[in-house]
């Protein structure tokens, strides 16, 4: 027996909490090409992780298992190894594809911030969604380039606004259970009892912009990340979309899906998509 037995394994169970905990981004990581996909079900796993201490660990002490959390990470990125499946997983992934402190301590930080903010300005409102998300998007796009600093510089801007763009949709379709549930208003300037039609649009329109600007990085992907990339990313515009045909009342009295009878569709129309537009870039 080697070590393999055991990096097959934590990888395996890395998979698996993507599978249990999201369809839509499951699926996306599925269509990416067979190289990347052990590295992003990684990263998912880590960072689902640490989103469940502070979302769903009621009545344990977060913070101490959070720092716990957090303390092990490094560890294992530092030894090579851990005893949690899901941090080995993750540190094979980060220490093959150069996924360092820079990318990792922001996503802790504002995960911190989960426990002791409930509100946020302007500045704390950045801060968090790079931490949270786009520090998330940066290390697939690790992965995607495999070493090739250039293209990862180039396509940076672009990577994050795609991860700021999937938490502003978070942010608006679970927002009844972040006010209720967990006491927490992501958006500055916003008072959720009062949420009307207006600034229901004048967020959606910030999140179009990121979309419109992660767009332009999406085609310029290496082909083998691409359609996984952009099934997530037709996934999440089509979600905006419902939120945006929804009344303000409607999105903090019930939380917007997409069902998966649609989703197949989406995946027939990304796929297509896709196809067109890996054609078009080589005529």
């Known amino acids: 027996m080697s070590i393999h037995l055991f990096d097959h394994t934590a990888k395996a169970i890395s998979r698996r909490v993507a599978l249990n905990y999201s369809t839509s981004f499951s699926l996306g990581i599925r269509l990416l090409a067979k190289e990347y996909r052990w590295p992003v079900f990684a990263i998912y796993g880590f960072v689902r992780v640490a989103d469940e201490i502070v979302d769903t660990f009621h009545g344990h002490d977060k913070a101490r298992l959070l720092a716990e959390f957090r303390e092990q990470t490094y560890r294992a990125l530092q030894d090579g190894i851990s005893t949690n499946p899901v941090l080995h997983s993750f540190q094979l992934a980060a220490n093959q594809y150069s996924i360092g402190k820079d990318l990792i301590e922001p996503f802790f930080e504002s995960m ?14 950045s801060e968090y969604i790079y ?6 998007g940066l290390m697939c796009l690790k992965v995607f380039c495999r070493g090739n600093q250039k293209q990862y510089q180039s396509l940076e801007p672009n990577a994050r606004s795609l991860g700021a763009a999937f938490q ?11 006010l209720e549930d967990r006491g927490r208003v992501y958006f500055p300037g916003v008072d959720f009892q009062s949420f009307s039609d207006a600034d229901k ?18 085609v310029r992907l290496p082909v083998g990340s691409r359609l996984g990339v952009y099934t997530a990313y ?7 979309e419902k939120i945006e045909r929804t009344t303000a009342r409607e999105i903090l009295e019930s939380r917007i899906r997409i069902p ?3 989703k197949l569709v989406l995946l027939a129309k990304s796929y297509v998509k896709e196809k067109l537009m890996h054609a078009a870039i080589y005529l």
């Open 112 to 125: 911190a911030e989960d426990l002791k903010k409930d509100s946020h300005t302007q500045r704390t409102y």
């Open 131 to 136: 931490g949270s998300a786009e520090v998330v």
């Open 168 to 178: 502003k949709v978070n942010f608006l379709r679970d927002m009844r259970s972040d």
């Open 201 to 218: 649009i004048k967020i959606i329109q910030d999140v179009k912009a990121d979309f419109k600007h992660a767009y332009a990085g999406i």
């Open 234 to 240: 037709i996934y999440y515009l089509k979600l905006l």
């Open 260 to 262: 998966n009878s649609q």
